[in-house]
């Protein structure tokens, strides 16, 4: 009966001392943290088969009591696992889930006092509980991570939509099927799974909208040492003095400064205008188009590919200028609309991602 007190103290000390590793987890620690987590699993592994090895028949049901614990125990590394895939790909893509023990109703290493009932046995239904409550904590980061990306995704939506860009995002039901079978007793899918691979849904979906915003015209087209010189609208015209529609955004910038594609796009023209003086478009898709004009030179040719922040230009005052400054120009199927919608948009979303 020593025995069994040792190795009833010994798997609850075992399942306490988890706890705290996994909220550890959750708040951002790293693969020193996993694997010690995974050591903890695997200890506990082998306290319940010590405690299965031994005859317990005086015990009366305490064997089933250890079997059921055994496939807790077994549930729980299945569960991990999945956790530790999902942790890792939400990871890729910024997300990271939310602190779980902020409560304090984890236990701490200290509370390791030896659980036995009035019998002497011990206390096996304490320690499936603690089992029991790493696995809701578990479950917890799963969900939010779903959350988180759910969150971002529609956030995401929302943003592009205002700008008239619609996102393909996969749907959930793709790339499922079979023939229609009746039902069968005993041959439900696991939860577990179901809900892991409902999170992994969320952050594919998540990923698709986030490769959307880089093909959408919505980050700065410079950087640097810069001023915005003039806006979007009617205004006095700087060499007529008279009132004039001003179609884009002007950066006053040094002659020679990088110009940036404000999105992924091809480049579909590389040459002068009339009034822009040299100039270089960009083509996005969905019928959108960036400008940049009054530029000193080309750093891109017609038909080049071009991502988020690739160099094009370089500022200058050719054209209808009055000094070294970029035009920069949002045109939706052929008509320009305010460049600062589309920036301040941009704006918007790196904050969400900041924010996490």
Do not use: C
């Amino acid at each position: 009966m020593f025995a069994v007190l040792l190795g009833g103290n010994g798997l609850l000390g075992t399942a306490l001392l988890l706890s705290p590793d996994i909220s550890r987890l959750f708040s951002q620690q790293s693969e020193q943290v996993m694997e010690a987590y995974e050591d903890r699993i695997a200890q506990l592994r082998v306290e319940v088969d010590r405690l299965h090895s031994r005859s317990y028949a005086q015990a009366g049901d305490i064997n089933l009591q250890l079997q059921e614990l055994s496939q807790q125990q077994q549930v729980l590394l299945e569960q991990h696992q999945l956790v530790r895939a999902l942790v890792d790909k939400a990871g890729e893509l910024g997300i990271e889930p939310a602190t779980l023990a902020q409560s304090g109703e984890v236990d701490t290493p200290v509370a390791l006092a030896t659980p036995a009932t009035a019998s002497g046995n011990p206390d096996i239904g304490a320690t499936a509980a603690s089992v029991s409550r790493m696995m809701d904590e578990t479950q917890s980061a799963m969900a939010s991570i779903a959350e988180t990306a759910i969150t971002r995704t529609d956030s995401i939506v929302s943003e592009l939509s205002d700008l008239g860009i619609r996102l393909t995002l996969p749907d959930p039901d793709d790339g499922v099927g079979g023939p229609l079978l009746p039902p069968q007793d005993g041959t439900e899918a696991s939860p577990m799974v179901d809900d892991a691979n409902a999170v992994l849904t969320a952050l594919v979906r998540y990923k698709a909208a986030r490769d959307g915003i880089d093909s959408a015209p919505v980050h700065m087209p410079i950087t640097g040492n810069f001023r915005r010189s003039s806006g979007f609208g009617n205004r006095t015209d700087p060499f007529s003095g008279g009132r004039a529609f001003h179609s884009g955004l002007d950066f006053a910038a040094p002659s020679g400064s990088a110009v940036l594609s404000a999105g992924k796009g091809v480049v579909t023209f590389v040459g002068e205008r009339s009034g822009y003086g040299k100039t270089v478009e960009v083509t996005h898709g969905n019928g959108l188009v960036t400008r940049y004009g009054h530029l000193s030179g080309y750093l891109s040719v017609e038909g080049q590919a071009v991502n988020t922040g690739t160099p094009i230009a370089k500022v200058g005052s050719t054209g209808r200028s009055t000094g070294p400054h970029l035009h920069f120009e949002v045109r939706k199927n052929d008509t320009a609309v305010n460049p600062q919608v589309f920036l301040s948009a941009g704006d918007r979303l790196v904050r969400l991602f900041e924010a996490s």
